[in-house]
């Protein structure tokens, strides 16, 4: 499949390690946010959420964090595997004029490569 | 249970010509939204439809358009293709037009189509 990854930042890390991964987002107004997985020749895939009243959330082996202060989202992954080698993006709820909609603005993305 | 299904997963076109990419959401899911996504880019957001009416609209020039059936399939047209034009465009599936208080809309995603204009 084509590569994703072209030109993006990239974390490499060792099987067995955490990974943390950042992103800095747009608009204020956002109070919901997404971190997707996107492996190459795949569309992205959800990995978990988290809404604006909230400052961490958990899930299985992955932890959100949100600070809304310096608008910055964080995404951790602990022991990391050669399977969540892919390209990572974070996503926010846009609040257009009319109420929530489902438009989601994306991040960059950042490369994760698990070396084994 | 089949997921977001999109056709064709490749096209190739050359400038000015124009192309129709379809897409079919998760069965009970009422709204599709279009995304494109440029290699090594995070997705852009170009609609979204909801009960077959247009929700939301993208910073996309008129070129492009899309339509949503009572199936809740739809397609996204492109106009005057130009080699910029040349991207994945992902669908993605929702119940609903809108996040839910207390709770997310989750979004799934097709594995999309490959245009590439020359």
């Known amino acids: 499949g084509e590569n994703v990854g072209l030109h993006l930042p990239t974390l490499s890390v060792q099987e067995g390690d955490n990974s943390i991964i950042n992103c800095a987002y747009s608009?204020?107004?956002?109070?919901?946010f997404i971190w997707y997985k996107q492996e190459s020749g795949k569309g992205p895939q959800f990995i978990i959420d988290i809404r604006s009243n909230m400052d961490k959330r958990q899930g299985q082996r992955v932890t959100v964090l949100l600070n809304k202060t310096v608008k910055h989202l964080s995404l951790q992954i602990a022991a990391t595997q050669p399977g969540d080698s892919a390209v990572y993006f974070c996503a926010e709820n846009f609040m257009n004029y009319g109420g929530a909609t489902n438009k989601l603005i994306f991040g960059t993305g950042t490369l994760l490569a698990v070396q084994p | 249970d089949a997921g977001v299904t999109q056709s064709p997963t490749h096209l190739i076109k050359t400038r000015g010509q124009h192309v129709t990419l379809r897409c079919s959401p998760i069965s009970g899911h009422k709204s599709v939204s279009w995304y494109q996504q440029v290699l090594g880019q995070g997705p852009q957001f170009i609609f979204q439809y909801y009960e077959k009416e247009e929700r939301g609209r993208g910073n996309f020039p008129d070129r492009f358009s899309a339509r949503q059936f009572p199936n809740y399939s739809s397609e996204l047209n492109v106009n005057a293709l130009l080699l910029g034009d040349s991207a994945l465009y992902l669908c993605?599936?929702?119940?609903?037009?809108?996040?839910?208080?207390?709770?997310?809309?989750?979004?799934?995603f097709g594995p999309g189509t490959r245009l590439t204009v020359l």
């Open positions: 993605a599936s929702s119940l609903t037009d809108r996040v839910q208080r207390g709770g997310p809309n989750e979004q799934f």
């Open positions: 608009n204020s107004a956002s109070d919901y």
